[in-house]
Nanobody, 128 residues
Framework: QVQLVESGGGLVQAGDSLRLSCVAS????????MAWFRQAPGKEREFVAT????????YYTDSVAGRFTISRDNGENTVYLQIDSLKSEDTALYYC?????????????????????WGQGTQLTVSS
């Protein structure tokens, strides 16, 4: 069982920057593929970004490429999401997911079912 706890959300202004964090329990964090998804009011949960276990491979959804940066610190069991130039459409509940299966989901990384554990989410609200 892996527990994930997200933090760093809040109420911010459009144009600001923010960093979300997700801390995982256990001793095998360095083996997990990690991801961020988000769910806006009235919408489905959508993929945002993913990072491989060693941090060498990252993917982003097109709408955030260039503004969002996913990174990880395996020594701290933490994955981050740096968000720059915030927009009102970034308002959502942000979730981190962990994939404990060792093979990187090269064809399915944007799908919820590729990840085995989820946190409770952290709310980000961007005012314009």
């Amino acid at each position: 069982q892996v527990q994930l706890v997200e933090s760093g959300g809040g109420l911010v202004q459009a144009g600001d920057s923010l960093r979300l964090s997700c801390v995982a329990s256990g001793r095998s964090f360095s083996k997990y593929t990690m991801a961020w998804f988000r769910q806006a009011p009235g919408k489905e949960r959508e993929f945002v970004a993913t990072i491989s276990s060693g941090g060498g491979t990252t993917y982003y959804t097109d709408s955030v490429a260039g503004r969002f940066t996913i990174s990880r610190d395996n020594g701290e069991n933490t994955v981050y999401l740096q968000i720059d130039s915030l927009k009102s459409e970034d308002t959502a509940l942000y979730y981190c997911g962990a994939r404990v299966r060792t093979v990187f989901p090269v064809n399915t990384y944007a799908r919820r079912e590729a990840y085995d554990y989820w946190g409770q989410g952290t709310q980000l609200t961007v005012s314009s």
